[in-house]
């Protein structure tokens, strides 16, 4: 594949994970203003982010195995038109349960998009460059918190949030032709990325659990985001937006550090952003009521969730017990397992404790994930593996044959 056709086709399925970031998160710039337009509360709203990761939960992994033997290109085209019609239906439904409905398709095809999109990308590239490039997908989701939320709350809040929605329908159309056009539609059992570099299933099952646990730790107090920075930090509702672009800067950044060192040492960069995001959030409830603390430790947490799920990303292609795209849909469930847990216990907890709880719970999740990455290195190496953190280093013997790579350098 020529380089220029390559880099093409990264920049489009980043834009996907832009895309999808955006519609997930939308609903908690615009808690507000769409509880009030679909005279629903704000805890309801909340249930958009719920039901959505839910959709993705049970679907990632029948829906990725139904589609084994599809191309590439044609699979994430087919995504991409569902994502473009279902949020365009969002902005015109008229009750608050036509929005949900339309919300759950596009929810559907986020599920096999997150489980193909992470090999499609590192397959266009060789091995060794896996690490920037699995970056470079996640930067998209990170920019969506950067720019695509943030605008998307600024649009809300002077246009209404149906043009929020039809916006973000209108970019998705320029992402599925670019995608369409540049993709090479090469089969999911293709290639390098096809299969983990080092196949180990107790740590794969171990990166389960901790990305269950640290992302319902960070949803738990991201999610009613907008409620904290008004009713703890004493913000105006207006000032939503620039919060969350300041967060959405520091996500970038949290990309942009975590892309050079993930190939390295990819355990202890998962720890080390565990626990940077675990002290953020505890900070939000000890200090939240000051405003610049707020802004800070806002920031903070979004750098490091930023970087922990773009080392989520790397390791999944490292330890794939099986196919990557099977371990990728595992994977991407049990972020969405956190995503639905994490909304569901901040709901719980806004309505009986107050929104300053959530930063609480978020903390102590944190923590739970942080001992076990901790524990990884009591983990003993798979099978015919040398011993070694993370089962970084493969016998030169258990190595599978050179295969001529003729990707972009």
Known sequence: MMRGRAVGALIGLSGGTFLYTTAEALPVGLLLTMATDLTVSPAQVGLLVTAYGAVVVVASVPLTALARRIPRRPLLSALLAGFVVSTAVTAFAGSFVLVL???????????????????????????????????????????????????????????????????????????????????PSTRPDQGHAARGATPDARRFWLLVAIAVLTTAGAIAGYTYVAVFVTEISGFAASSVGAILLARGIASVLGILAVGAVVDRRPWLVLGAVVALQSVALLG???????????????????????????????????????????????????????????????GLALERYGVRSTMLIGALLGGIALLLALGERLVPPATGQPAGSAAEVVRPSARRAPVPDRRPR
Do not use: K
């Not at 809300?156 to 039809?166: H, K, M, Q």
């Not at 806002?298 to 080392?311: E, N, V």
């Open 284 to 346: 939000l409830y000890a200090v939240g009521h000051r405003p610049a603390a707020s802004v800070g430790l806002l920031g903070l947490s979004g750098l490091a969730f930023a970087a922990f799920t773009a080392t989520l990303g790397g390791l999944v292609l490292q330890v794939a017990p099986g196919r990557s795209d099977l371990a990728a849909a595992t994977l991407s469930a049990a972020v969405n397992v956190g995503i639905t847990a994490g909304a569901l216990v901040g």
């Open 101 to 183: 409905a339309a919300r759950l398709v596009t929810a559907a095809t986020h599920a096999l998009f997150w489980a193909v999109v992470v090999p499609a990308a590192a397959e266009l590239f060789r091995p060794g460059l896996r690490g920037r490039v699995v970056a470079i997908v996640f930067a998209g989701g990170n920019i969506a918190l950067l720019l695509g939320v943030p605008a998307g709350t600024w649009l809300g809040e002077r246009a209404g949030w149906r043009t929020s929605y039809l916006a973000v329908a209108a970019l998705g159309a320029v992402v599925l032709v670019t995608v369409a056009s540049l993709l």
